[in-house]
């Protein structure tokens, strides 16, 4: 039998047990050379590949409940809004991998797949990237920086993947091991809520969980094919999240 | 109207003569490497092995260049009367810092490559990209690029990319190339990081 | 012959199409475009062997086991073993670089010799009335400020009020939780759920328990809680004498179920429900304390210690603990005081170890605290905390600069000993903060060889095991030949749990609950409008810019400046999402944003004290004890 080289890369996220404390987001930052934020970046600015947001149900206090919701590019695989408007060809889906790519050397920052995406999952560098004195010493090798006026977005971690395909090849394989490619937030997350796998493989956990019934796509109605699963048992998060999503403002046009 | 002609083929054949064999000279600095290190010496007469200093570990990565200690391990003091091997000790091995080598296939800091998947998966040789640098007495100056930084390796030794050279160059290009003919050309993020 | 015009244009033709038959122009081009991708001012990621190794975080009282990645020896980035880590564990790595570090020792503000602030500092030590703030308690460190404490007249061992395990030391101490054995939890706004004692094992255990959290602030952990009671601030404890009552006390007999709705708000139903909860669906504990806001006095914190005695908490989910293992030479050490015990005026010296952060104290409660002309030095990493009020600032080193001892966290059921190696080298004029204390005493040594005499005097005991990080594989203790073995373990990434709990439970003195206290405290605590601060474990210390990403490029965690409020008490005075609105205290005012939130509760104003304690300084009303709520008033700025 032919080694398994393809597969197709997705993540399950149990809203009920994510506390909202940001590790996902301070590690993914770690992880891929984010740098702080300068002075004047504001959440409508800044660059959090995966972004932690807080949702209620709406009621008046003390019936008041909220959740935590990590919510980062979801990897459509389908109608892919991104990749249809980019002039540049700088976005493409990988096919062995399902992961959406986003190449900073092409970009030329028209951000049009910042206003195409619905999930406001792109970020653009409205700075030069800046480290405090010293810090750039604790930079990853295995990503690069990217430089001021390009687009940027997660990519479920690729230099882990470059990593773990390494591994594998030293020891004469295509197929990488599971367990060498864990994206960063999904190693960091205390709660355990993130699982991440190949959605293909119908006996990984991430698949399973992907087919739960209280499973669902962000903006499902758009048909994006997105790659990453909500589960929750509360009802009210579905309607909670698709609005806070819908209603996020990028500033992705004005200066 | 000769006299014209005449000018005309002098223009031409200055600037082909400067964008040919000036501008190339012109364009990439030489740079001594710190150290002129004889890779033939430590292959015949010590009979290392090329796997001794540059191995590809169990994780994947490639040990590259060694680090100083694994010369200090034979090199405490000089082991012969040579320029370079005093240099070597005095300077390097004994306040154990490491030697700025100038790697000739220095890539991009955007550009991921693995040794191991072309080694392990595509079969390659050495040579193939490095050339026969394994069996050579003395390093070659390293040529930095003045407008890119980066090494002449990089683009090829053949100025034009036309005709086959010593090796290949090492641009993009010639990575899409065999990628493109191994169909192994997937996505750009696949080799930039 | 003579050159003409069209000579030269001629030959500058020609050599304008020759040009482009050589490859210069399409050369040049090339170069040029990959120039532009190399800008100088862009950091270049490090080169160079990635290895991994191991250490133990010390950044807050968890002690979370760590893998680094590291290039050479840099970290580059951390995880953690067999589990995730807080963001601030994730971000340890940057620490070093902190750009407010405090750089050399300094006397209000002037450069000084090391030499020098030791030579001062001991000079007022010999005027008594010393005393130390010890961060972090129960490190080899805190033994030695102890020990150095109980030979001065008048030493005083301090420790931070809003401790974790602060039931458990109103329980008489030696003791420590298991969660795994409860069925029952009962918070009094411990942030179970955000940071306190092991999150690892919070979030193992948390699948068996029910929790009922009673809290004001629909904090994190009140929204994940199986049942939430918002318990007007400054009412909690009655709440707690009102399930005493219920389980059965002589001593909360006024406190029913109703009147109990009437101080706290909380409907009676639901506080018979727990109350019941607690009796049938043990074993149950009750867990007061570790909020980085701020502490329950004292009080306060036996009425709700004390429902664990009801509940049948003692040897169940509260268990007696055996300490660590310490070396020769510290028989005699200073008691732990609490701050509320030392009168006003009573320190003549104090120094603050705050390398190790802890929950934040206003200021204006430690200074109350300090003499007219008192010394204060603070060894800090940075002059964000108490640093800034200090005369002598003596730079310390941070995480990963020096080994370190890791103390178990509160809901450890054994005695558990790790270290934190130095995997980076401190910058030349930081000092470790008990190593100033060991030259201020003159005894001589150092905490490194303090912590080899501890580990030592672990491995004489031949009792329990080491686990690695590296592969999880346990050695019992018994097959390690020497110290020197375990020390190299411990250096690798190591923890040694002791195997044998002391069985015996240690004799319980529990004061009769002063439930008139309470009452007087709960009736006064129905302001119109409470100011309630929150925070987060650890950050009152310094953390990584990088947490920009949680304070200012997204809204996971509110920063200062930010007031929250519910809709209705904001249109009641007239202040609009997003406005500019004043909150003013008897002690001082503090201008906010306004943030409405339906989760407020109506008549709060929740305000977070991180990055920086300005709004602290606000809650430490005098008259008002603590600084968990204080009454306020606020205008539209």
């Given at each position: ?255 | 109207?000769i006299r014209g002609k005449l000018f005309f083929a002098a223009g031409l054949l200055a600037s082909l003569s400067a964008g040919w064999l000036g501008f190339p000279s012109m364009l990439y600095e030489r740079v001594p490497q710190?150290?002129d ?65 100038l790697v000739y296939s220095r890539q991009p ?18 040579t193939?990209c490095h050339g026969g640098h394994?069996k050579t007495r003395h390093l070659r100056p390293f040529e930095r690029n003045r407008i890119s930084g980066y090494s002449r390796d990089i683009w090829g030794p053949s100025i034009s990319r036309i005709g086959a050279g010593r090796r290949p160059g090492m641009k993009m290009d010639d990575?899409?190339d ?16 | 012959m003579?050159l003409?015009?069209r000579d030269l244009l001629k030959l500058a033709g020609g050599a304008a199409l020759g040009t482009f038959f050589t490859p210069a122009p399409w050369k040049a081009l090339d170069d040029v475009s990959i120039w532009t991708q190399n ?599």
């Amino acid at each position: 039998m032919a080694a398994k080289t393809k597969a197709r890369y997705g993540m399950s996220i149990d809203v009920d047990r994510c506390t909202g404390c940001g590790a996902c987001m301070v590690a993914c930052a770690v992880e891929n050379n984010i740098p702080p934020a300068p002075e004047g970046a504001t959440d409508r600015k800044g660059i959090t590949w995966i972004r932690v947001y807080k949702i209620d149900n709406g009621l008046p206090f003390p019936q008041n409940r909220s959740a935590w919701v990590p919510v980062l590019c979801q990897q459509c695989g389908e109608h892919t809004p991104c990749v249809s408007v980019c002039p540049q060809n700088a976005v493409e889906v990988d096919k062995t991998t399902g992961v959406v790519g986003q190449i900073p050397e092409r970009c030329l920052g028209c951000r049009y797949c910042m206003a195409a995406c619905p999930y406001q999952a792109r970020y653009f560098n409205w700075w030069d990237p800046v480290w405090p004195a010293g810090m750039e010493k604790t930079l990853n090798p295995t990503v690069s920086p990217r430089m001021r006026g390009v687009v940027e977005k997660c990519n479920f971690c690729h230099g882990r993947l470059h990593e773990a395909r390494a591994k594998a090849a030293a020891a004469g394989r295509r197929e990488i091991d599971p367990a060498d490619y864990v994206p960063a937030c999904v190693e960091a997350c205390p709660a355990q809520a993130i699982t991440f796998g190949d959605l293909d493989d119908r006996n990984s956990q991430v698949a399973r969980e992907s087919r739960e019934g209280s499973a669902f796509h962000l903006l499902e109605r758009l048909h994006t094919g997105p790659k990453i699963t909500y589960r929750s048992g509360r009802p009210w998060v579905h309607d909670a999240l698709e609005i806070k999503v819908a209603n996020n403002k990028k500033e992705p046009v004005r200066g | 109207m000769i006299r014209g002609k005449l000018f005309f083929a002098a223009g031409l054949l200055a600037s082909l003569s400067a964008g040919w064999l000036g501008f190339p000279s012109m364009l990439y600095e030489r740079v001594p490497q710190p150290l002129d290190f004889n890779h033939v010496a430590h292959t015949e007469k010590a009979s290392m092995s090329c796997q001794d200093c540059h191995s590809l570990k169990e994780d994947g990565t490639f040990s590259g260049i060694p680090k100083v200690e694994s010369c200090a391990a034979c090199h405490a003091e000089p082991m012969g009367t040579t320029k370079a091997e005093k240099l070597l000790v005095e300077r390097y091995v004994k306040p154990q810092r490491e030697i700025p080598w100038l790697v000739y296939s220095r890539q991009p800091q955007n550009v991921w490559f693995s040794h191991a998947s072309h080694l392990k998966l595509a079969k390659f040789e050495c040579t193939e990209c490095h050339g026969g640098h394994g069996k050579t007495r003395h390093l070659r100056p390293f040529e930095r690029n003045r407008i890119s930084g980066y090494s002449r390796d990089i683009w090829g030794p053949s100025i034009s990319r036309i005709g086959a050279g010593r090796r290949p160059g090492m641009k993009m290009d010639d990575c899409i190339d065999c990628h493109r003919a191994n169909h192994r050309e997937h996505s750009c993020i696949e080799c930039h990081k | 012959m003579k050159l003409a015009r069209r000579d030269l244009l001629k030959l500058a033709g020609g050599a304008a199409l020759g040009t482009f038959f050589t490859p210069a122009p399409w050369k040049a081009l090339d170069d040029v475009s990959i120039w532009t991708q190399n800008w100088s001012w862009m950091p270049v990621p490090p080169r160079g062997e990635a290895t991994t190794r191991f250490t133990t975080c010390t950044l807050c009282p968890a002690g979370c086991p760590v893998r680094a990645r590291c290039i050479g020896k840099q970290p580059v980035s951390l995880a953690g073993v067999g589990g995730g880590l807080c963001p601030a564990g994730l971000a340890g790595h940057h620490l070093p670089h902190y750009p407010g570090r405090v750089r050399g020792a300094s006397h209000r503000g002037t450069r000084c010799t090391m030499d020098a602030a030791v030579a001062a500092v001991r000079e007022v030590a010999k005027g008594g009335r010393v005393a130390i703030l010890d961060q972090r308690p129960g490190r080899t460190a805190s033994l030695v400020y102890r020990r150095w404490l109980a030979g001065q007249e008048g030493g005083l061992y301090l420790t931070p009020p809003a401790r974790e395990d602060a039931t458990l030391v109103a329980l008489g101490g030696g003791l420590a939780f298991n969660l795994d054995e409860a069925r029952t939890v009962v918070s009094f706004g411990a942030p179970l759920m955000e940071g306190w004692g092991s999150m690892a094992r919070v979030l193992e255990s948390r699948p068996k328990f029910h929790l009922v959290q009673i809290e004001a602030r629909q904090s994190r952990t009140a929204s994940m809680a199986d049942t939430w009671l918002p318990a007007k601030p400054g009412t909690e404890a009655a709440l707690a004498l009102g399930l005493a009552h219920l389980l059965g006390s002589q001593d909360a007999g006024r406190f029913t179920p109703e009147y109990v709705e009437r101080i706290t708000g909380v409907p009676a139903a639901q506080v018979r429900q727990v109350a019941r909860r607690m009796k049938d669906a043990g074993p149950a504990v009750v867990i007061g304390g570790g909020d980085p806001a701020g502490p329950f006095n004292r009080e306060e914190e036996q009425a709700i210690a004390g429902l664990n005695l009801l509940a049948g908490a003692m040897g169940r989910t509260i268990v007696p603990r055996a300490e660590v293992p310490v070396p020769a030479g510290f028989d005699k050490l200073a008691a732990e005081t609490a701050l509320d015990d030392v009168p006003d005026g009573g320190i003549r010296l104090l120094i603050i170890d705050e390398a190790a952060s802890g929950n934040p104290v206003p200021w204006s409660y430690l200074k109350r605290k300090l003499a007219p002309g008192a010394m204060v030095a603070a060894a800090a990493c940075s002059l964000d905390g108490y640093a800034s009020h200090a005369d002598y600032v003596l730079p310390a080193p941070v995480y990963m600069e020096t080994a370190q001892d890791v103390p178990a966290a509160c809901d450890s059921p054994a005695a558990t000993f790790s270290m934190a190696p130095g995997l980076l080298a401190p910058p030349e004029e930081t000092i470790e903060p008990a190593d100033f204390v060991l030259r201020v005493a003159g005894e001589g040594g150092t905490l490194a060889e303090l912590l080899k005499a501890r580990v030592e005097a672990i491995h004489k005991t031949r009792r329990g095991s080491v686990v690695t990080y590296a592969d999880g594989t346990a050695t019992p203790l018994a097959e390690m030949a020497s110290a020197d073995d375990l020390a190299k373990a411990f250096k690798a990434g190591a923890r040694w749990t002791d195997a044998g709990t002391s069985s015996e439970a240690p004799g319980i003195a529990f004061a009769a609950v002063d439930a008139a206290a309470i009452e007087r405290r709960a009736a006064s605590a129905q302001f119109p409008l409470a100011l309630v601060p929150f925070g987060w474990r650890g950050a009152a210390g310094p953390v990584s810019p990088i947490f920009s990403k949680l304070y200012q490029e997204s809204r996971v965690r509110s920063s200062e400046g930010e007031a929250r409020l519910n809709p209705a008490t904001a249109r009641e005075y007239g202040i609009l999402d997003g406005g500019l609105m004043v909150v003013e205290t008897s002690c001082g005012s503090q201008a906010m944003t306004a943030c409405l939130d339906e989760g407020v509760m109506p008549g709060v104003i929740e305000a977070a004290i991180e990055p920086g304690t300005g709004v602290l300084e606000i809650c430490d009303v005098e008259d008002w004890c603590g600084w968990r709520t204080a009454p306020a008033r606020m205008r539209r700025a």
